[in-house]
């Protein structure tokens, strides 16, 4: 049985009092959220507050109300009801008084507050619609009126339509929608309208680059260099740059709050190599210069002074940066001057001829270092600030024919001499004086053999010759290296007349009237060579000249025999040559010789004695006339393809 009182159950769940102030404060704050996001997503002036707070305030009282009456219902006990009532009387007047309130700001919502300002423009109490008026009334003439833009050298007159300089009205304007609490706030602080300006960029940098450029300036470089062991240095110069984006930030923050003229804004320029970089290049090179180097070698000494020093340093420049760098063939070149005979050439031994009398041209040997591995002592050394002394240990390099030995050879005076003349033509010239070139300056040891092929080389373009004519079965033939039978010839008529000991020799396979009968010679290579033993006490020098008709050799030594002579028979087995026309191709005319056959005695003395001698047999093959073309009607048919011998000395 339940009893009525007005104690409540401890089990009763009693709903706590809605706060009237706490639930108004939340519900407008949703609702004022609310429209501010209208006010800032709406572009149009035309709004009336009035109506809005109107609405708010109506929603508000209502939304309250039905939240008392749903805590009046859930309550049964009549006592709970009582104080629900009360606590709807007791906060009915705040509610009354929160509306009055609400209304009593209504007015600075719809009117601008007391103290708003649009670029020094008093706008205050007025509605969107005069203030807006008001401001075009202002401020027109400032939009088009034109402004002044200065660089640092010189400035220009401009109407900021040019630049694309313009007021944005509307976006200014929404700055002034304020929301119920932001005109609670301006009633008391008053307000500040800003202008929202728009620049063209594209347009301002159309026409403000000329007159920027020319107040732009490239920056310096710092320097360094050296000149007569003296540091010349000097400073960057920073060069300027138009800040566009600065510049447009200024234009757009100055213009309509500020007087002309409007400045274009410059960023310093600093160099790529500066103060700083200059400064540790003049360090580390003053640490260089400081001192001398000291070079000690072989019991002398150079000094490298601070001008040596500083003459093998160089810089390498570039619009980035600075290197510095050592002359190494320099300092190489200074230690060379300051160290005579330190790296002198090597030089062989040597026989000059002069005045027909060999002369001995004494050996140069050389003390040597490793250059790279001086060079690195040499910049060690600079790097050190207490020791700038370098020890180095040369090595001796001794020439590969020393003074003793050639004099041991005993080139004391000439043996023989000969001149081969030939008829001038120039592939003779061009293959005898490549030859020759060959030959000149050999040595013949004492018992060595000379062979001919081997001195003056295949004959191939690669080593110097030219097609030239030569023997070819026995008729006249072109190829590689004809003529060099000539300088064979004379070289062996040399070493006839020396005395020296034949192993191979041949004559021509035809008699060719420039040489001596019996005291020839040819070569072909792989085949034929020219070969002659050193038989004398000493060895041998072979000397060559060429001229335009004519090859000499000359060879020194100690002569062995005071004279040798040559005595020839008279032809032997004669044999009359014919008379061949030939169509062939590569025909070439050749005059005739006979064939025969003719013994060359030598015989050498000494001290008036003959000491010996030795004969040289040689057998000519007929050489026939050969006439390239038809042969004339009137001559006999058995003349007209006689084949030549077969013999092949070509050269």
Not at 295 to 316: K, M
Request: some cysteine; proline content about 5%.
């Amino acid at each position: 049985m339940e009893i009525e009182g007005d104690n409540e159950s401890p089990h009763e769940l009693v709903d706590p009092e809605p706060n009237p102030i706490d639930f108004v404060e939340e519900f407008v704050n949703a609702e004022a959220e609310e429209e501010t996001q209208f006010f800032e997503s709406s572009s149009s002036v035309d709004y009336d507050p009035i109506e809005k707070l109107d609405s708010l305030i109506e929603q508000t009282a209502e939304h309250y109300l039905d939240e008392v009456i749903k805590q009046v219902s859930v309550t049964p006990r009549r006592s709970t009801i009582n104080r629900k009532i009360i606590s709807l009387l007791t906060t009915s007047a705040t509610i009354v008084g929160l509306i009055i309130g609400l209304y009593g700001i209504s007015y600075s919502i719809s009117h601008l507050p007391n103290n708003t300002k649009f670029l020094s423009i008093d706008i205050s109490n007025l509605t969107l619609q005069d203030a807006l008026q008001t401001i075009s009334v202002n401020i027109d003439d400032e939009l088009n009126k034109n402004i002044v833009i200065e660089s640092s050298s010189d400035s220009v007159v401009i109407n900021p339509a040019e630049l694309g300089l313009t007021l944005d009205v509307a976006t200014t304007l929404k700055q002034t929608r304020l929301n119920p609490f932001q005109s609670f706030s301006a009633l008391i602080q008053g307000y500040e309208v800003t202008p929202v300006i728009r620049l063209n960029d594209v347009l301002m940098k159309a026409k403000l680059t000329q007159l920027a450029a020319g107040s732009e300036k490239k920056p310096r470089l710092a320097d360094i260099d050296i000149k007569d062991g003296q540091i010349i240095t000097s400073r960057q110069v920073n060069g300027k740059k138009v800040n566009w984006d600065k510049t447009q930030e200024a234009i757009v923050a100055s213009w309509l709050r500020e007087e002309n003229p409007f400045e274009i804004v410059y960023d310093a320029v600093e160099p790529q190599i500066t103060d700083s970089d200059v400064l540790t290049l003049s360090s580390q090179l003053e640490n260089y210069l400081s001192e001398t180097v000291i070079v000690r070698s072989d019991n002398r000494t150079a000094i490298f002074s601070r001008r040596d020093i500083a003459e093998v340093i160089y810089f390498e420049k570039n619009q980035s940066k600075i290197q510095m760098h050592f002359n190494q063939q320099l300092i190489w070149n200074k230690l060379i001057s300051k160290l005579p005979g330190l790296d002198k050439p090597i030089k062989n031994a040597d026989l000059k001829v002069i005045d027909e009398t060999p002369v001995l041209t004494p050996a140069n040997f050389s003390l040597k270092i490793g250059s790279q591995e001086f060079q690195d002592l040499f910049i060690a050394a600079l790097s050190d600030s207490k020791t700038r002394e370098i020890d180095l240990n040369p090595f001796i390099v001794r020439p590969n024919i020393e003074t003793e030995q050639l004099a041991n050879l005993q080139i004391v005076e000439k043996v023989s001499e000969f001149r081969q003349n030939f008829p001038p033509a120039q592939y003779r010239t061009d293959n005898v004086s490549n030859a020759a070139k060959f030959i000149d300056g050999t040595i013949l040891m004492p018992g060595e053999i000379y062979s001919m092929n081997q001195t003056i080389k295949e004959r191939t373009r690669e080593n110097g010759y030219v097609p030239g004519i030569y023997i070819n079965n026995g008729k006249f033939d072109e190829g590689l290296g004809g003529g060099v039978s000539i300088i064979t010839t004379a070289v062996w008529t040399a070493a006839f007349f020396a005395g020296l000991e034949p192993i191979e020799q041949r004559a021509h396979s035809i008699y060719i009237p420039r040489y001596q009968e019996g005291i020839e010679a040819t070569v072909q290579w792989g085949s034929l060579d020219l070969k002659f033993k050193n038989n004398l006490d000493s060895a041998i020098l072979i000397k060559s000249k060429v001229d335009l008709d004519g090859v000499t050799i000359t060879m020194y030594g100690k002569k062995k025999f005071d004279q040798v002579v040559a005595k020839k028979s008279n032809r032997y087995n004669v044999k009359p040559y014919k008379t061949i026309y030939s169509q062939a191709k590569n025909c070439i005319d050749q005059e005739g010789q006979p064939g025969f056959g003719v013994t060359v005695t030598r015989e050498m003395f000494r001290n008036g004695a003959l000491v010996a001698s030795d004969e040289f047999k040689t057998n000519y093959r007929i050489g026939n006339t050969i006439i390239c073309g038809a042969k004339p009607d009137n001559l006999n048919e058995d003349l007209a393809n006689e084949s030549l011998d077969p013999v092949s000395l070509p050269e």
